[in-house]
């Protein structure tokens, strides 16, 4: 590997090791050196500014006045010309196999329900058994080891394991070797648009291959609540004459709910901006296309800025009520303590 | 007194790394250095550096060398954040065009040897490069599309003659499926191009069964995918696949999901899986690094695609690597200067896979028969048109591709893909 390239660069090395340490440090002492200047009864209401100031900054720069941009580009042409609602019309038209309309279908039902529920079912269910035994810590890391893999790395191993040779051939993807030794003919996992070009089975492989990757992450949030729930009133269950399912059912499941909904909103959002996964293994063909993988296919490959701002706008718009109610959730979780 | 320490501890590290830019500029020779973004990895990579070196340790300049299999995108990343390469290779010219249209590409006519590029390349490099009647893009490397590759060993043992007319190809076709083996193997993965090996077929057949004009006017969007020229196009790479993909070994699940470089390699295999692959001349790197046993002539061959149509005999889809300046340095001048020459061209040649455009290239240089021949039929060609679908508009490539794809998926819904195709045509060349 040649690391002379970051030598190339030295200046804006220096500036980012030393100059960036040394600018929050002067902020942060002038600051507080302004503060200790005002009035004491001033400063409860300008300290905390300062503290949250540079990520309102930050927030504003990176996030907010971008999506300003975003929504007035959605509304142009590419040459900066007001065009209405025309680009949206492109993205929405010949409903349901052009335009935008694949993309929004496999994000907001397959991605959305199937990627979110196997994430929480695999994850409360792991977390839930491996409470039990007495080797949960090597377990649970083992799950959560592919949270440490790059997706585009985890993409790869998935595509392998996919592999697919035609029947008589060896074969080399570990489901095919699986699905063969049983004596079925090989399924090309990723091409395959199973049911009658629906492509719901290609969709749940990719969905399957993200599963895979993020339910070490459900499971040691969903484990850290479900240590959080006293055993005094599992034991009290017990006596009471409970069985082991219905405690899951009546104690347990209820008070994991809050932990349940974040982990669970949480997901929704990973689900609506599936991107790494589908653009390793099948690059949006054969109806997988998701629309984070649109946008960057309009926006490099087709030089259309304005159709990828009317896809993202889309995009937010199907985010937006996941985040509300995923605020409020946490507003009441707040409230409840 | 805590805080003094940490400002002196500051001073220091500060100090430190001043003096590791004072050393790291004085390391530097004052050649200075070049920035190049191109495609090409693994054994294509070494190859590349090959031909780079004669120039560096003549030059003394220093070569930062990056690929990227999504070069697109890299590319407009970097040029839209205003930090572009000093020069690019694309696969196709239809990034770089985009880029010249728009201003980001500088004009070569004075800033590389136009008297020698004129005397060494045919009109035809130039024209292609050449946008609003200045010259922005050239090209280094170029290879033939429309080869049918086979294994004359296979060949030889169930006494199939090599086909010379566009009928005996399907007769061989049928002979050869009427032995339980399929004839063909088609491979149509390639990451974000999935699908354009099919496209090469396409093109292919459209120049050699409906002539240059018709393939012109399909290029420039004024021929319609609809219209009879082109559907007859795809309805003829239809029997080359058989019903429902019969003739192609694996049928679509094979074809969609092996990538472009492995689909011709299962010729080679005890007893073969098919017997004809086609493809560009550069394919001879990936069955020779598949199986490096393989030696060309009796191991590989090829013969070109036969006429369709007598009229268009002796058509050819050709197509190359073209590079564009995005910085005006002298370090980027002198490499333009150097990469058009036959000597620079010549060393890439040797190493295999690749034809040379310079006419000054000798025939010898060529390490096989087989890119000899290739680099024949280039010269020989009596009707050249280049690759199509790079130099669509993107939007009209991507669809192209993705038509491939659908078409191979399900034969049967050609008319609606085709309606698609017109679809984008209509808003692509705006």
């Not at chain 1, 590419?78 to 279908?105: C, E, H, K, M, T």
């Not at chain 2, 010549?346 to 310079?358: A, E, Q, Y």
Request: aromatic share 12%; glycine share 8%.
């Amino acid at each position: 590997m040649d690391f002379s390239i970051l030598l190339s660069d030295l200046p804006t090395l220096v500036v980012v090791i030393v100059g960036v340490p040394i600018v929050l440090a002067a902020y942060i002492v002038g600051g507080e050196y302004v503060v200790r200047r005002l009035p004491d009864k001033n400063r409860p209401q300008v300290r905390p500014w300062i503290w949250v100031g540079p990520a309102i900054f930050l927030v504003a720069a990176i996030l907010f006045i971008p999506a300003i941009f975003t929504v007035i580009q959605s509304f142009q042409d590419n040459q900066g010309n007001f065009v209405g609602l025309q680009n949206y019309a492109n993205q929405l038209a010949d409903f349901p196999s052009g335009g935008a309309w694949i993309a929004i279908r496999n994000n907001i039902i397959i991605w959305l329900i199937f990627y979110t529920l196997f994430v929480l079912a695999f994850g409360l269910a792991l977390a839930v058994l491996f409470d039990r035994v007495a080797y949960e810590t090597v377990v649970k890391s083992l799950i959560f080891m592919p949270m440490a893999i790059s997706s585009v790395a985890l993409g790869v191993i998935w595509k392998f394991m996919f592999w697919y040779q035609p029947p008589g051939s060896a074969q080399t993807g570990t489901l095919n070797a699986i699905v063969t030794f049983f004596h079925h003919d090989p399924v090309a996992w990723l091409q395959d648009q199973w049911p009658n070009g629906l492509a719901i089975l290609n969709n749940l492989a990719l969905i399957g291959a993200a599963t895979w990757g993020i339910t070490g992450f459900a499971m040691v949030i969903l484990s850290a609540a479900l240590k959080g729930i006293p055993g005094e009133l599992l034991e009290a269950a017990r006596v009471d004459g409970a069985g082991e399912i219905t405690i899951f059912r009546r104690v347990i499941f209820p008070l994991m709910m809050p932990t349940i909904v974040v982990v669970g909103t949480t997901l929704v959002i990973f689900a609506l901006k599936a991107f790494d996964v589908v653009y390793v293994m099948t690059n949006g063909n054969y109806n997988t296309d998701v629309l984070a993988f649109r946008m960057y296919n309009l926006l490099y490959l087709s030089h259309n800025p304005a159709g990828a701002s009317a896809v993202a706008i889309i995009l937010l718009i199907a985010v937006v009520p996941v985040l509300i109610f995923n605020l409020r959730q946490f507003r009441a979780v707040e409230a409840r303590r | 007194m805590h805080s003094s320490s940490l400002v002196r501890a500051l001073v220091v590290a500060m100090a430190a790394v001043f003096t590791a830019v004072a050393c790291g500029t004085s390391s530097t020779g004052n050649a200075g250095s070049i920035k190049i973004l191109a495609a090409w990895s693994g054994q294509e990579q070494a190859s590349f550096f090959a031909v780079l070196k004669p120039w560096e340790d003549k030059t003394g300049i220093k070569v930062n060398y990056e690929y990227s299999r999504d070069l697109d995108a890299l590319l407009t990343t970097r040029v839209g954040a205003g930090n572009p390469p000093d020069l690019a290779a694309a696969p196709s010219p239809t990034t770089l065009t985009n880029f010249a249209k728009q201003g980001k590409v500088i004009a070569l006519d004075d800033k590389i040897d136009m008297t020698s590029l004129k005397a060494n390349y045919s009109q035809s490099w130039i024209d292609l490069g050449t946008i609003n009647g200045k010259l922005y893009e050239t090209f280094s490397w170029v290879a033939v599309k429309g080869l049918i590759w086979y294994d004359p060993k296979n060949f030889q043992a169930k006494s199939y003659n090599v086909p010379n007319s566009w009928q005996s190809l399907m007769d061989l076709q049928s002979t050869i499926k009427g032995s339980g083996v399929t004839p063909w193997c088609v491979a149509l993965e390639s990451g974000s191009a999935s699908g354009w090996p099919g496209s090469d077929w396409l093109k292919e057949i459209v120049l050699s069964q409906s002539g240059p004009s018709v393939y012109d006017g399909w290029v420039a969007g004024t021929q319609k995918w609809t219209s009879p020229e082109i559907k007859s196009a795809f309805t003829t790479w239809g029997q080359v696949l058989g019903a429902n993909d019969s003739n192609v070994y694996g049928g679509k699940q094979f074809m969609l999901a092996t990538n472009f470089g492995d689909g011709g390699t299962h010729m080679f295999d005890n007893p073969p899986k098919c017997y004809m692959h086609n493809q560009a001349s550069f394919i001879t790197t990936f069955f020779t690094s598949a199986v490096p046993s393989l030696q060309p002539v009796t191991d590989f061959n090829f013969f070109p695609l036969p006429d369709i149509t007598a009229q268009y005999a002796g058509a050819h889809v050709v197509a190359g690597d073209s590079w564009a300046m995005f910085r005006d340095t002298s370090q980027a001048r002198s490499l333009m200067n150097y990469l058009i020459t036959a000597d620079a061209q010549t060393i890439w040649v040797k190493r295999g896979g690749k034809i040379s455009p310079n006419k000054q290239t000798a025939l010898d240089a060529y390490p096989d028969p087989l890119t000899k021949e290739s680099a024949q039929i280039l010269v020989a060609t009596k009707i050249a048109k280049y690759d199509a679908t790079d130099q669509m508009p993107a939007d009209m490539r991507a669809a192209a591709w993705k038509a491939v794809l659908d078409f191979v998926g399900d034969q049967s819904k050609l008319d609606s893909i085709l309606k698609t195709l017109d679809g984008v045509q209509a808003t692509a060349y705006k």
